[in-house]
Antibody
Framework: EVQLLESGGGLVQPGGSLRLSCAASGFTFSSDAMSWVRQAPGKGLEWVSGISGSGGTTYYADSVKGRFTISRDNSRNTVYLQMNSLRVEDTALYYC?????????WGQGTLVTVSS | EIVMTQSPATLSVSPGERVTLSCRASQSVSSNLAWYQQKPGQAPRLLIYDASTRATGIPASFSGSGSGTEFTLTISSLQSEDFAVYYCQQYNIWPPGTFGGGTKVEIK
């Protein structure tokens, strides 16, 4: 059974940093791309970032490019999202999702609140 | 960036009714379109991909159609558990895989 468990969310001031983690199980982690998708409170879904199975290729939404960094540790079956220079508009529930473009498996999300 | 527009924003429906949700792309996305269902407090659930292929475990009451710029999700007979928000997502021009704003299906 595929399981994705996010952690690392919390309250941070504008300009601050957070690192999100997503621990995966139930599939061959290194074979699959992984993605982060976020949802602002009461709003729709927004793709944030993706990474290939090897970690060699990364992708970012324009809204986070230069501020967020996605990475993975295939020995720990974990994908990360390092978020720097956080803005109020980054406040959202951040979901980890399996695969690059179409997401059959999602975690339950970790909430990031950016506020002074 | 391709803009996905869903209509209507809210749909009030009685249980047992047939429901048709619309999704329009600002340019052709071929058949590279997915539909998701999201209930309050839950992660999205993949229903349909490649415009018309049901995901694993999705009942036949859900069907998708369309190609190019116009797509529909049909629920043949709405059950109580189907009241939710539905999102379409294109992945033809990727990144980014853009989502529509969602259609909320509520009880009439």
């Amino acid at each position: 059974e595929v399981q994705l468990l996010e952690s690392g969310g919390g309250l941070v001031q504008p300009g601050g940093s957070l690192r999100l983690s997503c621990a995966a199980s139930g599939f061959t982690f290194s074979s699959d791309a992984m993605s982060w998708v976020r949802q602002a409170p009461g709003k729709g879904l927004e793709w944030v970032s993706g990474i290939s199975g090897s970690g060699g290729t990364t992708y970012y939404a324009d809204s986070v490019k230069g501020r967020f960094t996605i990475s993975r540790d295939n020995s720990r079956n974990t994908v990360y999202l390092q978020m720097n220079s956080l803005r109020v508009e980054d406040t959202a529930l951040y979901y980890c999702a399996k695969d690059r473009k179409v997401y059959e498996y999602w975690g339950q999300g970790t909430l990031v609140t950016v506020s002074s | 960036e391709i803009v996905m527009t869903q209509s209507p924003a809210t749909l009030s429906v009685s249980p047992g009714e047939r429901v048709t949700l619309s999704c329009r792309a600002s340019q052709s996305v071929s058949s590279n379109l997915a539909w998701y269902q999201q209930k309050p407090g839950q992660a999205p659930r993949l229903l349909i991909y490649d415009a018309s292929t049901r995901a694993t475990g999705i009942p036949a009451s859900f069907s998708g159609s369309g190609s190019g710029t116009e797509f529909t999700l049909t629920i043949s007979s709405l059950q109580s558990e189907d009241f939710a928000v539905y999102y379409c997502q294109q992945y033809n021009i990727w990144p980014p895989g853009t989502f529509g704003g969602g259609t909320k299906v509520e009880i009439k």
